[in-house]
């Protein structure tokens, strides 16, 4: 059973560029949560997908956009890339049991140059 | 959701017991406290969730004193795979919470030989 999935591990930019990561949820996980860690942070929320709409936002810009697709994977969007937006991102999924238990991917690791 | 305080750093040496105890005194009466654990470039994973009392799984033993302001968790007999960061989040359970985890700077966890 294949866990969280998340790609490209890892990426340089350039600022102003725009960045797609992609996420497969774990098998029978139907809500996603994309997660940045800046180095040596927590990690913090941007925003979570159930039924392909997002339902919960972070404090973050909106330059970070995502979408969630029939299949439940998901897809992070990064505009107009800052230097500041160099970062492990994380995806995050969870089923349907009503526990904390979060199950996530490896990252991406985003480098902005 | 709740703000927690743990600890920045604990050390420890390989076979002891390590106790990291998070303070979470806005917590809600519906709140959970869940505790993940993240080496260095991956995601984090989750150890263990409770609500009250103690709850003890394969790997860490969760204490929940009465007015849960507070939680400890407690490493049994710690490795050198032990050394990672920990993290304390409060949270309520529903598809608009779990997701949206607010994680703090964690606690570092050294065990040496």
């Known amino acids: 059973d294949a866990g969280v999935t998340q790609s490209p591990t890892h990426l340089i930019k350039t600022r102003g560029q725009q960045v797609t990561l992609r996420c497969s949820p774990k098998s029978g996980h139907d809500t996603v949560s994309w997660y940045q860690q800046a180095l040596g942070q927590g990690p913090q929320f941007i925003f979570q997908y159930y039924e392909e709409e997002e339902r919960q936002r972070g404090n973050f810009p909106d330059r970070f956009s995502g979408h969630q697709f029939p299949n439940y994977s998901s897809e992070l969007n990064v505009n107009a890339l800052l230097l500041g937006d160099s970062a492990l991102y994380l995806c995050?999924?969870?089923?349907?049991?009503?526990?904390?238990?979060?199950?996530f991917g490896e990252g991406s690791r985003l480098t902005v140059l | 959701l709740a703000k927690t305080t743990q600890p920045i750093s604990m050390d420890s040496y390989e076979g002891q017991e390590v106790n990291i105890t998070c303070s979470h005194n806005?917590?809600?009466?519906?709140?959970?406290i869940t505790w993940y654990q993240q080496f260095p470039s991956q995601g984090p994973r989750f150890i263990i969730q409770?609500?009250?009392t103690k709850v003890t799984n394969e790997v860490a033993s969760l204490f929940i004193p009465a007015d849960r302001k507070s939680s400890t968790l407690s490493l049994p007999r710690v490795s050198l795979s032990d050394t990672a960061v920990y993290y304390c989040?409060?949270?309520?359970?529903?598809?608009?919470?779990?997701?949206?985890?607010?994680f703090g700077a964690g606690t570092q966890v050294v065990v040496t030989p």
């Open positions: 989040l409060v949270g309520s359970g529903g598809t608009d919470s779990w997701g949206k985890f607010q």
């Open positions: 806005n917590i809600a009466t519906n709140d959970y």
């Open positions: 995050a999924s969870r089923g349907a049991s009503n526990t904390g238990e979060l199950f």
């Open positions: 409770g609500y009250k």
